[in-house]
């Protein structure tokens, strides 16, 4: 595996889809890096030659692009922004709930969890006699 600041990214998959292994990298951005850096977005990780990696590795850090750690730090640090204000969408964050206006009747088990989903009608499981 091919490491980019401090990342593993995939060898054999086309290099516009493994940037976006990075946090903070999505396809639009990573599309946009490639292009900077002169590289064809359909070669391969395997293919590209030590300065091209370099290349891609400059254009992150000098455009300062905020991945990974630092992104990871922002967000934490808004989410708790939020909460402090007591905003409303902080408040759903706290109740672990989705906070941007979302169904939750249905819908919101990945947010919810699936352990307080009722399964069946509810009744009570029948006594075994002894």
Do not use: C, W
Not at 33 to 50: E, G, P, R, S
Not at 68 to 95: F, M, N, P, T
Request: charged content about 30%; cysteine-free.
């Amino acid at each position: 595996m091919t490491r980019l600041i401090g990342i593993n990214i995939p060898d054999k998959k086309n290099i516009s889809i493994a940037l976006t292994y990075i946090y903070g990298i999505g396809p639009t951005q990573a599309k946009r890096i490639l292009l900077l850096a002169k590289i064809d977005f359909q070669k391969k990780t395997k293919d590209l030659t030590t300065t091209e990696l370099n290349d891609i590795k400059k254009i992150i850090e000098g455009n300062k692009i905020n991945v990974e750690g630092d992104l990871r730090r922002s967000v934490r640090a808004d989410i708790k922004r939020l909460i402090e204000i007591d905003s409303y969408r902080g408040v759903r964050h706290v109740k672990k709930l989705p906070a941007r206006g979302q169904r939750t009747k249905t819908n919101a088990r990945t947010v919810r969890g699936r352990a307080k989903q009722t399964v069946g009608s509810g009744k009570r499981k029948a006594s075994s006699p002894t």
